[in-house]
């Protein structure tokens, strides 16, 4: 169950990354929206995030509304998300590669069933 847990937490933290890298200035409640995700779901993987020192989180002190912020991958943020992409194709590689087998197997019993 824990497995499940991770895999579906390092999903959700590249698709964070994945937002934040193309709209760093997006509000978290955008993010959010756009994401599919509850605004405390968000703050929770934001939360992950910044822990992990894959994102930093920036307020413009001289703007007089104190809740802009911009979101900036880290250095660390950017080499991770690089990694979770080739590992997250890889996985859709793969699953591809076992459905296209299926397919095959099926094609052949559908043949073989017809032919007598």
Do not use: W
């Not at 992950?48 to 007089?64: E, I, T």
């Not at 087998?101 to 043949?111: F, V």
């Amino acid at each position: 169950m824990k497995n499940n847990k991770n895999n579906s937490d390092n999903i959700d933290h590249f698709n964070v990354l994945r937002k934040i890298q193309n709209n760093p200035d997006a509000s978290q409640r955008e993010l959010a929206r756009e994401l599919g995700f509850s605004l405390g779901k968000l703050n929770y993987c934001m939360s992950a995030l910044k822990s992990k020192g894959l994102v930093k989180v920036n307020n413009f002190k001289m703007n007089k509304n104190k809740l802009n912020y911009i979101y900036i991958l880290t250095p660390k943020g950017i080499v991770q998300k690089t990694k979770m992409t080739i590992k997250f194709m890889q996985q859709k590689m793969k699953d591809y590669d076992e459905l296209q087998q299926e397919l095959s197997k099926e094609s052949k019993l559908k043949n073989f069933k017809f032919d007598r």
